[in-house]
T-cell receptor, first 111, second 115 residues
Framework: EAQVTQNPRYLITVTGKKLTVTCSQNMNHEYMSWYRQDPGLGLRQIYYSMNVEVTDKGDVPEGYKVSRKEKRNFPLILESPSPNQTSLYFC??????????FGPGTRLTVL | DQQVKQNSPSLSVQEGRISILNCDYTNSMFDYFLWYKKYPAEGPTFLISISSIKDKNEDGRFTVFLNKSAKHLSLHIVPSQPGDSAVYFCAAIPLSSGSARQLTFGSGTQLTVLP
């Protein structure tokens, strides 16, 4: 089954404790991205990657890092999480057309 | 400043009636528009799209209308069903983004279809 998977689905952590949210897709898509969803703000892009070893900032990249060492994986790294990073995070992938496939989401709470 | 706006956070409609969800945009460079549907605890899923060279696209019960002069698009669902209850996101892609084809999303509208 074609899908985008994210882990963990739920995470509660404390300020400053490094964490990684993994994302994997099995559709051989070149393009992957991370979004955060906040009330009243919709989905905002954090980072995206056009291909392996090619990443770029989205609209809200501060406090986040990403890497793209393999085509299928695109982890999101929070080196020092803060409470304003409490949000619902979505990973997405697509080929260079317009339909984007989203993962199921990761709900992160930073205390 | 949000370039894609969904001014109605919520909408309630009776089953069998028409649901109309609206979306406004400010960037005249947007040339492709999409609607995504999101159920709780799931990621958004693609619903329907429209290119700026068209003013209407239909797929079953779902029709998207685009009014370029007004920078406005709408999603019509006829007839509405309880299973349509979800959050609907409007998204737009600017011509200038090249192969990246970056999506800009609106804030979403929660549709509730009452049985």
């Amino acid at each position: 089954e074609a899908q985008v998977t994210q882990n963990p689905r739920y995470l509660i952590t404390v300020t400053g404790k490094k964490l990684t949210v993994t994302c994997s897709q099995n559709m051989n898509h070149e393009y992957m991205s991370w979004y955060r969803q906040d009330p009243g703000l919709g989905l905002r892009q954090i980072y995206y990657s056009m291909n392996v070893e090619v990443t770029d900032k989205g609209d809200v990249p501060e406090g986040y890092k990403v890497s793209r060492k393999e085509k299928r994986n695109f982890p999101l790294i929070l080196e020092s999480p803060s409470p304003n990073q409490t949000s619902l995070y979505f990973c997405a992938s697509r080929q260079l057309d317009n339909e984007q496939f989203f993962g199921p989401g990761t709900r992160l709470t930073v205390l | 400043d949000q370039q894609v706006k969904q001014n109605s956070p919520s909408l309630s409609v009776q089953e069998g009636r028409i649901s109309i969800l609206n979306c406004d945009y400010t960037n005249s460079m947007f040339d492709y528009f999409l609607w995504y549907k999101k159920y709780p605890a799931e990621g958004p899923t693609f619903l329907i799209s429209i290119s700026s060279i068209k003013d209407k696209n239909e797929d079953g019960r779902f029709t998207v209308f685009l009014n370029k002069s007004a920078k406005h698009l709408s999603l019509h669902i006829v007839p509405s069903q309880p299973g349509d209850s979800a959050v609907y996101f409007c998204a737009a892609i600017p011509l200038s983004s090249g192969s990246a084809r970056q999506l800009t999303f609106g804030s979403g509208t929660q549709l509730t279809v009452l049985p």
